[in-house]
């Protein structure tokens, strides 16, 4: 059977017998007029069999009537990886090159901008990776509402990377009236759960058992300890005749690690892995394929449906977790009919996931010896082994006397005694040589437990001092503590009344006291002046101070009043030298008395005689 049996379109034929292919796949034999009557496919098929072709033929040929509108697509491919996308964008320019069809490359890493410019003019397929393909949604940059063909690619692959929501949200956003095509290489009970949901009466085209291998690839398994991983798989790429090669891991990590040391080795490799940028893995995979790189070092990201020709060997570096993917991994070689070597390098526990893979590919993989690499058995119970490290330190933990015989001996109980008479005996007899030990015991615990504490002391203090690094640190208790910054405010330091204490202060007993002196000093004063002397008046406001002072000033003109006249007549003129210095003496009504000078002379002025009396 050849390409024009199939009823594809002139242009078309051009393009695929320009691109050196007479007889198509079992595969694309059987799906392409099945996609050109319109009908759901549901194909399944080793990796390697042409399914890219099988429905971007048929694809190109009914796109061909037709014309795209701006930002409405009439068709999509959905792909789980972006290097999958670029390589499925590359093959729709190859077979469509005669035609004039556009598209669209909507995947993460690149401009949105420009992918935006380009839906604006119109495409006719849209090649997306769905998490892109939904952002873009989402910005209203597309409508999906003229979209008639979906077509999903390695479905089972996206099942694993956690796109099926994804995968459903986008079917909700499509017509219900299209036509839908599943592709995969495996084919688990999820997948043909989600196929039923989403086609609608398909056609199931399955031309090898799910998860088959091509006979042409040789299986090798090396079984070692973890430590010698690296240097077997560098003994076996320089004992095998290793043209360029595919090196697979389970993480992103050990890619990055694994790719330095096959560099320091001086192997030429390079790495790929979700966390590069997309130019890097781009720029990575383009020199892979024109043989500037020999060795690949990459994730399963590259596990699935990229076409490198005649790739001689596949490294599995780890053994996958999930069956199915080594099947993708050791596709990778062995393509259309070429010979391939697939070695795999496990671990003793990695004996269930070899099994469930020689399971699933119906084939025993023969072990293999590597000169100079202990070669160990698998276990198949999935029991954790110990690492090297924790062998030795067990061992040497044995050689040192275990405290777990002290403790024993310790917990042991007493034997009962026989009798009454014989236990006091029997007690004294086992209790005398042994004292001596236990009270030996006791006291070297406590130095243990005293010397303990100390050394955690001391390294609680190291490591505060190492925290701080500062010696000269203020929150040590023999410094006084300021509680209101660096001085004490001054209200604090204001006497307190005694009133407030609920005491008598002497202030407010000599207050008391004043009253009684003053009828004397009046008394006084009104026996030697004349009815218009009116002087005599102590101010209303005295301060406490001139209250004391007072009776200590009061007392001889009190005790003189009864001298002769002379006395009176010679105070006199002392009495108006002040009189005359100050012609109008003014005092304030609110101000402080005189002290007891000036309150002397004021008493002597108002005992002595007025002019008109003298």
């Known amino acids: 059977m050849n390409f024009a049996d199939l009823g594809l379109s002139e242009d078309i034929l051009k393009a695929v017998a320009d691109a050196g292919y007479d007889t198509p796949t079992p595969i694309q034999a059987q799906a392409i007029p099945s996609v050109l009557m319109a009908r759901d496919i549901l194909g399944c098929a080793q990796t390697g069999t042409g399914k890219t072709a099988s429905f971007t033929l048929p694809m190109l040929d009914i796109l061909h009537h037709g014309r795209a509108r701006m930002r409405m697509p009439r068709s999509i491919i959905l792909e789980p990886t972006r290097e999958l996308a670029t390589q499925v964008a590359a093959n729709f320019d190859t077979y469509g090159k005669y035609m004039s069809l556009s598209k669209a490359l909507i995947i993460g890493g690149e401009s949105a901008v420009e992918q935006g410019k380009i839906l604006e003019k119109g ?99 090396v079984v070692m300890d973890d430590m010698d991983k690296r240097e077997a798989l560098r003994r076996l790429i320089r004992a095998e005749d290793v043209k360029n090669a595919f090196v697979f891991c389970n993480r992103k990590k050990d890619v990055d690690i694994l790719f330095k040391s096959l560099t320091k080795h001086g192997f030429n490799a ?135 015989a002290k403790s024993n001996e ?3 109980p007493e034997a009962p005694a026989k009798s009454q ?18 009270e030996a015991r006791t006291n070297h615990d406590r130095h243990e437990r005293h010397d303990r504490t100390e050394r955690a002391d001391r390294n609680d203090r190291n490591d505060r001092n190492n925290r701080n690094h500062r010696r000269d640190r203020d929150d040590r208790d023999d410094k006084p503590v300021v509680g209101f910054g660096d001085h004490v405010p001054s209200f604090l330091l204001t006497a307190v009344p005694a009133s407030s204490l ?42 406490k101070k001139a209250a004391d002072e ?65």
């Not at 099947?327 to 526990?349: I, N, Q, S, W, Y």
């Not at 006291?513 to 002397?533: Q, V, Y």
């Open 502 to 543: 609920g005491r008598k202060s002497t202030d407010d007993e000599d207050v008391k006291e004043e009253p009684k002196k003053a009828p004397a000093r009046k008394a006084a004063a009104k026996s030697t002046k004349t009815g218009k002397t009116t002087r005599a008046k102590t101010p209303r406001r005295a301060p």
């Open 123 to 221: 495409a006719d397929v849209i090649i997306a990776t769905p998490g892109r393909l939904i952002d873009t949604f989402e910005r209203g940059k597309l409508l999906l509402s003229d979209c008639k063909l979906l077509v999903i690619d390695e479905a089972d692959r996206m099942l694993d990377m956690g796109f099926i929501p994804d995968i459903e949200k986008i079917v909700n956003m499509l017509p219900k009236q299209r036509q839908t095509l599943f592709f995969s290489a495996t084919m688990p009970t999820e997948i043909r759960r989600l196929a039923d949901k989403f086609l609608s009466n398909p056609k199931e085209i399955t031309v090898a058992r799910p998860s088959s291998m091509a006979s042409t690839v040789e299986h090798k398994l």
């Open 270 to 404: 390079g790495r790929m892995h979700g966390d590069l940028a997309q130019s890097e893995r781009t720029e990575t995979l383009a020199k892979f394929k024109t043989g500037e790189i020999t060795l690949l070092v990459c994730s399963d990201v590259a596990a699935r449906g990229i076409d490198v020709a005649d790739v001689s060997h596949v490294f599995n570096f780890d053994v996958p977790f999930n069956s199915e993917d080594y099947v993708h991994r050791t596709g990778r070689t062995g393509r259309a009919g070429r010979d391939g070597k697939a070695f795999t390098l496990a671990v003793p526990e990695d004996g269930k996931l070899v099994a469930a893979i020689q399971k699933t590919i119906n084939i025993d993989i023969p072990l293999t010896d590597l000169e100079g690499i202990e070669t160990l058995e698998l276990d198949f119970t999935g029991k954790k082994r110990r690492n090297k490290k924790s062998r030795k330190s067990s061992n040497t933990r044995d050689d040192k006397p275990a405290r777990s």
């Open 421 to 438: 008479t014989e236990a006091p005996a029997v007690a004294k007899e086992e209790e005398a040589p042994k004292a001596p030990a236990r």
């Open 410 to 412: 310790r917990a042991k």
């Open 550 to 614: 007072a009776p200590a000033a009061d007392a001889s003109p009190a005790t003189e009043a009864p001298v002769s006249a002379s006395t009176e007549t010679e105070a006199a003129p002392v009495a108006e030298k002040p009189a005359e210095k100050k012609r109008a003496p003014r005092r304030p009504r609110k101000k402080a008395a005189p002290k007891a000078a000036a309150a002397e002379s004021a008493e002597a002025a108002d005992t002595a005689p007025t002019p008109s009396e003298g």
